[in-house]
């Protein structure tokens, strides 16, 4: 069983930015891919940022040019920068992480609001 702990979020104003991070309880070699997803009131949950084992990224085309995701392999930790915050950013973050099988973090609340 993989745990996955989530920090960073909060509220923030239009243009501002935050760092999410999200710590694996396993070794960076097994983790296939990692990732950043988020979901707003009423609407289905989707992958914002991935990375994989290779270190290729993945952005979705709202966010790219905002949103840097990045890992630190010595700590099995994904980190979401996120940039030029904009009202429709505002979601709950999901990290989700996947070695033979995937797992899910708590959740993060981001809002951004003036």
């Known amino acids: 069983q993989v745990q996955l702990v989530e920090s960073g979020g909060g509220l923030v104003q239009p243009g501002g930015s935050l760092r999410l991070s999200c710590a694996a309880s396993v070794s960076i070699f097994r983790i296939n891919f990692m990732g950043w997803y988020r979901q707003a009131p009423g609407k289905q949950r989707e992958l914002v940022a991935g990375i994989t084992s290779g270190g290729a990224t993945d952005y979705k085309d709202s966010v790219k040019g905002r949103f840097t995701i990045s890992r630190d392999n010595a700590k099995s930790t994904v980190y979401l920068q996120m940039n030029s915050l904009k009202p429709e950013d505002t979601a709950v973050y999901y990290c989700?992480?996947?070695?033979?099988?995937?797992?899910w973090g708590q959740g993060t609340q981001v809002t951004v609001s003036s």
């Open positions: 989700r992480v996947t070695t033979t099988q995937y797992y």
